[in-house]
């Protein structure tokens, strides 16, 4: 497997429930990111983790809760989410360098999530 | 503040006439830049990026520091050509290596 895996590809949940996305990714790479792609807003970064440590969160309602053991797996932790909510969300993962030359980030297949 | 603008949410065009997609970039240091393409049902992959002047699928992009532009450029398009594209600016180390994306083209190539 290679690439950027996530897990399930498609998740049907009520405003209730309490489910988890998965992302794994097999590029040896230390930062990892999730997105959200809905209609309204194509691609909205919602958290990034550099080397494990989470250094951004764009805002996001603590109904969605990430979490990163290690530098190759990410987690999506969804509670009490609302219709709204319903979109596909990208998992991605980039290698830092810090030479100051560009990385390329490289994007999961998306978790498609339904909120009834 | 860092930011990508793509000011065409839906270009059509005909088989075989140029096309240029349009983006815009707003970055404080030396920019590091890409295009990336969503074919349906596809997953969202890298096209191309500027560091590496390199020509994909027929598709080129020139960084124009003055215009603070990297416009992707096709001269003859094609139907397999039809697709969702995405500029993006990387931030930097400095900025927590994130990257940050223009809203999209949608590119329609008509028969």
């Known amino acids: 497997e290679t690439g950027v895996t996530q897990t399930p590809r498609h998740l049907v949940m009520g405003m209730t429930n309490k489910k988890s996305l998965k992302c794994e990714q097999h590029?040896?790479?230390?930062?990892m990111y999730w997105y959200k792609q809905s209609a309204k807003k194509p691609l909205e970064l919602m958290f990034v983790?550099?080397?494990?440590?989470?250094?951004e969160n764009n805002s996001v309602p603590s109904r969605f809760s990430p979490e990163c053991p290690n530098s190759s797996h990410l987690f999506l932790h969804l509670h009490t989410l609302q219709p709204e909510d319903s979109a596909l969300y990208l998992c991605?993962?980039?290698?830092?360098?810090?030479?100051?030359?560009?990385?390329?980030?490289?994007f999961g297949e998306g978790s498609w999530l339904t909120v009834v | 503040a860092q930011r990508v603008t793509q000011p065409e949410k839906l270009l059509s065009v005909f088989k075989g006439a140029p096309v240029e997609l349009k983006c815009n970039y707003s970055?404080?240091?030396?920019?590091?830049l890409f295009w990336y393409v969503q074919y349906s049902r596809q997953r969202l992959q890298l096209l191309l990026r500027?560091?590496s002047r390199e020509s994909i699928k027929g598709f080129t992009a020139d960084l124009n520091k003055g215009e603070t532009s990297f416009h992707l450029k096709k001269p003859f398009a094609q139907e397999e050509d039809s697709a969702m594209y995405y500029c993006?600016?990387?931030?930097?180390?400095?900025?927590?290596?994130?990257?940050?994306f223009g809203s999209g083209t949608k590119l329609n190539v008509k028969p």
């Open positions: 991605a993962s980039s290698q830092v360098t810090g030479t100051g030359v560009g990385n390329t980030i490289y």
């Open positions: 500027h560091i």
């Open positions: 970055y404080s240091g030396s920019p590091e």
């Open positions: 590029l040896g790479h230390n930062a």
């Open positions: 993006a600016l990387w931030g930097g180390v400095g900025n927590f290596n994130k990257f940050y």
């Open positions: 983790y550099n080397f494990k440590e989470q250094t």
